[in-house]
T-cell receptor, first 114, second 116 residues
Framework: DSGVTQTPKHLITATGQRVTLRCSPR?????VYWYQQSLDQGLQFLIQ???????AKGNILERFSAQQFPDLHSELNLSSLELGDSALYFC?????????????FGSGTRLTVV | AQKVTQAQTEISVVEKEDVTLDCVYE???????LFWYKQPPSGELVFLIR??????QNEISGRYSWNFQKSTSSFNFTITASQVVDSAVYFC?????????????FGKGITLSVRP
């Protein structure tokens, strides 16, 4: 157990639907990062939150949004889902706003859009 | 811009062979971190090693060793006496210390198959 908890582990949904992925960072970590792993794009950074505030944005679609709550857990919302959104979504956490202290990854949420 | 290139896409070896996974990175920053992660068939990302840009000391840890050379921007990873359990996808990644750019940039990954 890495200490980063992602739920659910698997999700199957239909095109056009909306889903929410949840991440609880490792105890003491203030930063949460979201990554998408798809067959064609590889591992891509989506967005980072640090202590409740958005810190950096990557290749995140406008249909996707995220937030970090006061208890530091984070949610990634994916809406108007398309077949191409099928991927493994990872959450990672780190102590600081930077990765110098290392990143801890969760086990991922596998999203299948049918 | 930052970039990580893993030119090898798939490697197949027979058990007990040594195998080296190559990684070349690009960055204009002088302070950065390099990582290797392993992704077994179960899907999770397993941290293997982190090196900062000021630490070019190479290391051996059990069957794993790393060769970091700033002069060639390479951070290669070697598995000695490979085992079937080493079969996985291996990712090299680049990270930074600055808050505005603390994401990890991953290579495309190398699929390693170790045959018995």
């Amino acid at each position: 157990d890495s200490g980063v908890t992602q739920t659910p582990k698997h999700l199957i949904t239909a095109t056009g639907q909306r889903v929410t992925l949840r991440c609880s960072p490792r105890s003491g970590d203030l930063s949460v990062y979201w990554y998408q792993q798809s067959l064609d794009q590889g591992l891509q950074f989506l967005i980072q939150y640090y202590n409740g505030e958005e810190r950096a944005k990557g290749n995140i679609l406008e249909r996707f949004s995220a937030q970090q709550f006061p208890d530091l857990h984070s949610e990634l919302n994916l809406s108007s889902l398309e077949l191409g959104d099928s991927a493994l979504y990872f959450c990672a956490s780190s102590v600081a706003g930077t990765g110098g202290g290392g990143y801890t990854f969760g086990s991922g949420t596998r999203l299948t859009v049918v | 811009a930052q970039k990580v290139t893993q030119a090898q896409t798939e490697i197949s070896v027979v058990e007990k062979e040594d195998v080296t996974l190559d990684c070349v990175y690009e960055t204009r920053d002088t302070t950065y971190y390099l990582f290797w992660y392993k992704q077994p068939p179960s899907g999770e990302l397993v941290f293997l090693i982190r090196r900062n840009s000021f630490d070019e000391q190479n290391e051996i840890s059990g069957r794993y060793s790393w060769n970091f050379q700033k002069s060639t921007s390479s951070f290669n990873f070697t598995i000695t006496a490979s085992q079937v359990v080493d079969s996985a996808v291996y990712f090299c990644a680049l990270g930074f210390l600055t808050g505005a750019n603390s994401k990890l940039t991953f290579g495309k990954g190398i699929t390693l198959s170790v045959r018995p």
